[in-house]
């Protein structure tokens, strides 16, 4: 099991008071497996993604990764994990403006200590990314950086893929074809995917989908 998280409950303080925003919340995740996290605005799907990716720690309950419990882990442990297991995709694409698309695809591969130039160069062409890769972020449309941002991701061969509506900035068209991409890649690398959406339809694509409500897996 690749994520697995166990009564895990997070408030927020605010100035009425406390705001719990996730409860006794349970969710496993098997590798090579998909799942959708669905709920409204403010539902606490971000936070949960943020517990998950240890970004964030819950108030109580246990979240573990890829058998390891990060509750357990220094600053250096977590980031190590994050590093090592872990891969992140969110609405902005949180491009390095200062590097090209080559640099940036390479980036969190070199970190991670997997650069494989064979398989970035795998991931450019399937990406539709080629003629691209000495172009700064600034000089791409929206849909080529979140192309982008999801190869940087799946260079480093993560065992799990956190996506926070990956698709949310982009024309339906261009997110439709820019998440088969990921889905098909996602599979092909034997990833585990939790993404995060507001939408029904994109959720029906992958093999799991359970929906936040008031706090709670409904
Ligand atoms: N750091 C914080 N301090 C206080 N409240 C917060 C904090 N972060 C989030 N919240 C509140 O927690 C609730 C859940 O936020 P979260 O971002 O997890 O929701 P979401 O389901 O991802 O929403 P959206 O779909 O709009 O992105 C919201 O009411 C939000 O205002």
């Known amino acids: 099991m690749l994520l697995r998280l166990r009564k895990v409950s997070k408030s927020y303080m605010t100035a009425e008071g406390p705001l719990e925003i996730l409860h ?7 590798a090579g497996s998909t799942l959708a996290l669905t709920g409204e605005s403010g ?5 949960l993604l943020h517990l998950a990716a240890g970004l964030d720690a819950p108030d109580s309950g246990v979240v573990e990764v890829a058998g390891q419990e990060i509750a357990t882990l220094d600053d250096a442990g977590r980031a190590a994990l994050r590093r090592g297991t872990v891969g992140l995709v969110f609405q902005q694409f949180n491009l390095i403006p200062s590097l090209d698309v080559a640099a940036n695809l390479a980036f969190h591969a070199r970190l991670a200590g997997r650069h494989d130039p064979r398989w970035q160069a795998e991931l450019t062409e399937r ?3 080629t003629g691209l890769a000495r172009r700064y972020p600034e000089q791409l449309s929206g849909g080529q950086q979140q192309r982008v941002a999801i190869g940087r991701t799946l260079a480093a061969r993560p065992k799990l893929v956190l996506a926070d509506e990956p698709t949310g ?5 261009t997110g439709d074809a820019v998440l088969a991409l990921m889905l098909t890649l996602v599979a092909e690398t034997g990833a585990a995917l939790l993404m995060v959406t507001h939408s029904e ?3 029906a694509q992958l093999d799991r989908r359970v929906h936040l409500k008031a706090g709670r897996i409904a």
């Open 201 to 203: 339809r994109l959720a």
């Open 24 to 30: 006794e919340v349970d969710l496993s995740l098997d």
């Open 169 to 173: 900035n982009l024309d339906e068209p």
């Open 43 to 47: 539902s606490g799907k971000s936070t």
């Open 127 to 129: 990406l539709g990314l």
